[in-house]
């Protein structure tokens, strides 16, 4: 299969830490990436490979794996944390792939 | 630091063909992959295709009949074409520079977007 799936809504309490699924088979060959989009703007890139940060992302986001599964945790979310979020991948066929987004709500 | 800037047209007709173009600036251009992702209104982001430096390109099945991108080394630009459009394609256009690695994980991540062209089809 061809398709990551994603939790459409999730919700955390502020400070607290919250976890962000994608599953599908494409992850057993491939890391996830990891995107936070805020209304109106581009997407920015949060995580990438094993567990990497590119520079001037916050030290609270941490990205892991297993088998079918990727995640991206906020430890200690804050309230600008609240964005949509996408996971991504290749497919067995080196297509692109995006999971239908996750939007996370900082209560 | 890198930058992309795109440009083209943002109303079409239905039936008409959508162009755009990104513009690469403050980096190299070969060594990477150039991406298009478009998100609707309301929606999802969905990969519509890639190019990399020497022109190899991958096209997302759903629009691949409908789908030219190319590039411009000289100018460090790619750009997008797409076919007999139709109100389903209305969306905010991404450009996007692509890497990865190989391994016994691979892993590829899109690490510098454009701004994003908003593309209205409607008669």
């Known amino acids: 299969s061809s398709e990551l799936t994603q939790d459409p809504a999730v919700s955390v309490a502020l400070?607290?830490?919250?976890?962000?699924?994608?599953?599908?088979?494409?992850?057993?060959?491939?890391?996830a990436s990891w995107y936070q989009?805020?209304?109106?703007?581009?997407?920015?890139?949060?995580?990438?490979?094993k567990n990497n940060r590119p520079s001037g992302i916050p030290d609270r986001f941490s990205?892991?794996?297993?088998?079918?599964?990727?995640?991206?945790?906020?430890?200690?979310?804050?309230?600008?944390?609240?964005?949509?979020?996408?996971?991504?991948?290749?497919?067995s066929s080196g297509n692109l792939v995006f999971g239908g987004g996750t939007k996370l709500t900082v209560l | 630091q890198v930058q992309l800037q795109q440009w083209g047209a943002g109303l079409?007709?239905?039936?008409e063909t959508l162009s755009l173009?990104?513009?690469?600036?403050?980096?190299?251009?070969?060594?990477?992959?150039?991406?298009?992702?478009?998100?609707p209104?309301?929606?999802?982001?969905?990969?519509?295709?890639?190019i990399n430096h020497s022109g190899s390109t991958n096209y997302n099945p759903s629009l691949k009949s409908r789908v030219t991108i190319s590039v411009d080394t000289s100018k460090n630009q790619f750009?997008?074409?797409?076919?007999?459009?139709?109100?389903?394609?209305?969306?905010?256009?991404?450009?996007?520079?692509?890497?990865g690695s190989g391994g016994s994980v691979a892993y590829y991540y899109m690490d510098v977007w454009g701004k994003g062209t908003t593309v209205t089809v409607s008669s």
């Not at chain 2, 600036?25 to 150039?34: H, L, T, V």
């Open chain 1, 63 to 91: 990205g892991s794996s297993s088998g079918n599964t990727a995640s991206l945790t906020i430890t200690g979310a804050q309230a600008e944390d609240e964005a949509d979020y996408y996971c991504n991948s290749r497919d």
């Open chain 1, 37 to 49: 989009q805020k209304p109106g703007q581009a997407p920015v890139l949060v995580i990438y490979g």
């Open chain 2, 41 to 50: 209104p309301g929606k999802g982001l969905e990969w519509i295709g890639e």
């Open chain 2, 21 to 39: 173009t990104c513009a690469v600036y403050g980096g190299s251009f070969s060594g990477y992959y150039w991406s298009w992702i478009r998100q």
């Open chain 2, 12 to 15: 079409l007709k239905p039936s």
């Open chain 1, 15 to 31: 400070g607290q830490t919250v976890r962000i699924t994608c599953q599908g088979d494409s992850l057993r060959s491939y890391y």
């Open chain 2, 79 to 99: 750009s997008l074409k797409l076919s007999s459009v139709t109100a389903a394609d209305t969306a905010v256009y991404y450009c996007a520079r692509g890497r």
